[in-house]
C-alpha cells in the first residue's frame, strides 16, 4: 500500500484564537492534506487520524472496525501508561459491539421513534415557554446555558427516564463533572460512582413502583437492574449534554451570524434546516474512536489489526469533497448528510429528541428575544477545553432590550 501521503505530530488539544466554530487548524489542515493521517499517541502507538466525510462513515458503517471499551487502550492525547482498560460495564451499549450492543439498545429503539418524539413537542414547548417567562422576568441579562440550554433537555431527559423532577439537580452536577473533560481523574471518578449510585437506586424504587416512563417500561424483560442502570447512565448522559451543548454553542454561532439569525427568525418554517446545519458546522460531539479487529484497506492504506483510529467527525462534517462553502454557516444549505448523530449500529438513538427540541427551543428563544445580543465580547466566552467529550461554552452572558 502507498505511504500515508499526511501525518499529524500530535492531536491538537486547542483552536485558533478568534474561531470558536472551527475545528483546529491542524486538523483542517490535516483534512486538506489526506483523508486519512498517520497519528502517533503518547503512549508510542502509531495509530491513524480519519478527517474525511466519506472514509469516517466507512468505517462506523464496518464491522471489522469495534468500539468496545476494552480495546481503548491508546488515548490521543493521554498516556495511559499500560494501564489495561475494563469492558464497558452492563448496560453502556455505547462502547460495546454485537450481539451485546443490540441487547441492550433493541429494547429502546422503540421508545425513540420520530413519532413518539414528535408526540412530545408540545411539552418541549412548555418547558421552552416555561424558562423564557423565567428568564424574562430576571432579565434584562442571564447566562444562557444555566438559565435556558440545560434545563430544558434536562427536565425531558429526566421526565422520559422518570428521574424525580427534585432529583434533577443532583445527578446533573455530577454528569457535568465527568464529561466536562476539566476536573482531576479521581473527581471525574467520584463523579461517575455518585450517578451510578443514584441510577442504583432509581432502578429499585421503579422495581418497587413502576411509573409511566422509559425505565419502568422496561422491567418486564429480562434485563437486570445492573444492565438498566448502565443504560439509564448512558441515556441520562447522552441526552442531557450533546443537546444542552448545541443549545448554548448554537446560539452563540447565530448571534455571531447575524444575517442567518435574522432569517430564522423571519421565516420559523426554517428550523429543521436551521437545526441540521447547526449540528454540522458545529459538530459539538467532535471525535470517536474506533479499533482494527482484522487488517483494512482504507484510503489506500492498510489499517493493521488492533490498531486505533480517531475519527474526527468536526472536519469530515467541513469536508470541501461533501459539502460546498464547508466553513459557511448556511441555514438554508441544500447539501445535507451529516456525522453529528454518527452511522451505522451506533448512531444517536436520541437524534430524534434533539432534534424536536431545538426546533422548539432556537426560534422560541430569537423570537421572545429580537434583540438577544451577548453581554461580553465574543473573545471572552468562556469555552469548554479541546480534552471535554462534547465541545462547547462553559456560559454564554447574553442580554436584550426590555
Not at 91 to 105: K, N, T
Not at 321 to 336: I, N
Not at 339 to 348: D, E, R, S, V, Y
Request: proline share 7%; glycine share 6%; aromatic share 6%.
Amino acid at each position: 500500500m502507498n505511504e500515508p501521503l499526511h501525518s499529524v505530530t500530535t492531536m491538537p488539544t486547542a483552536r485558533q484564537p478568534g474561531c470558536p466554530f472551527d475545528p483546529p487548524k491542524e486538523l483542517i489542515q490535516a483534512r486538506e492534506q489526506s483523508p486519512i493521517s498517520r497519528l502517533p499517541f503518547p503512549d508510542g502507538h502509531q495509530g491513524w487520524l480519519v478527517t474525511g466525510y466519506d472514509l469516517v462513515r466507512s468505517v462506523l458503517a464496518d464491522s471489522r472496525f469495534s468500539s468496545r471499551k476494552e480495546l481503548m487502550s491508546h488515548h490521543p492525547t493521554i498516556d495511559y501508561g499500560g494501564f489495561e482498560v475494563p469492558p464497558a460495564p452492563p448496560g453502556e451499549f455505547l462502547l460495546m459491539d454485537e450481539p451485546q450492543h443490540s441487547r441492550y439498545r433493541k429494547p429502546l429503539v422503540g421508545k425513540f421513534t420520530v413519532r413518539r418524539m414528535r408526540l412530545l413537542t408540545e411539552r418541549v414547548e412548555q418547558v421552552t415557554a416555561e424558562h423564557l417567562d423565567a428568564m424574562e422576568k430576571a432579565g434584562p441579562s442571564a447566562d444562557l446555558v444555566t438559565a435556558f440550554a440545560k434545563p430544558i433537555p434536562a427536565i425531558i431527559i429526566c421526565e422520559l427516564l422518570g428521574v424525580p423532577y427534585e432529583d434533577r439537580g443532583r445527578f446533573q452536577d455530577n454528569i457535568d463533572k465527568f464529561l466536562n473533560g476539566e476536573v482531576s481523574d479521581e473527581d471525574q471518578f467520584a463523579a461517575y460512582t455518585a450517578t451510578q449510585q443514584y441510577l442504583a437506586e432509581l432502578v429499585a424504587a421503579k422495581r418497587a413502583n413502576p411509573t409511566d416512563d422509559v425505565l419502568s417500561d422496561l422491567l418486564d424483560s429480562d434485563l437486570t437492574d445492573e444492565e438498566l442502570k448502565g443504560m439509564s447512565l448512558l441515556l441520562l448522559s447522552a441526552g442531557f449534554d450533546t443537546t444542552t451543548n448545541m443549545l448554548a454553542l448554537g446560539t452563540f454561532a447565530l448571534l455571531r451570524n447575524p444575517a442567518q439569525l435574522a432569517a430564522l427568525r423571519a421565516d420559523p418554517m426554517l428550523a429543521d434546516k436551521a437545526v441540521e446545519e447547526l449540528m454540522r458546522y458545529l459538530s459539538v460531539a467532535k471525535q470517536f474512536q474506533r479499533v482494527a479487529l482484522e487488517d483494512v484497506e482504507l484510503g489506500g492504506q492498510t489499517i493493521k489489526a488492533g490498531t486505533t483510529v480517531i475519527l474526527s467527525y468536526a472536519t469530515a462534517n467541513r469536508d470541501p469533497e461533501r459539502f460546498t462553502d464547508p466553513h459557511v454557516l448556511d441555514l438554508r444549505r441544500q447539501d445535507g448528510g451529516h456525522l453529528a448523530f454518527g452511522h451505522g449500529i451506533h448512531q444517536c438513538l436520541g437524534q430524534q429528541l434533539a432534534r424536536v427540541e431545538m426546533r422548539v427551543a432556537f426560534p422560541a428563544l430569537l423570537n421572545r428575544f429580537p434583540t438577544l445580543r451577548l453581554a461580553v465580547p465574543a473573545d471572552e466566552v468562556a469555552l469548554r477545553p479541546e480534552t471535554a467529550d462534547i465541545y462547547g461554552v462553559k456560559s454564554l452572558p447574553v442580554t436584550w432590550d426590555t
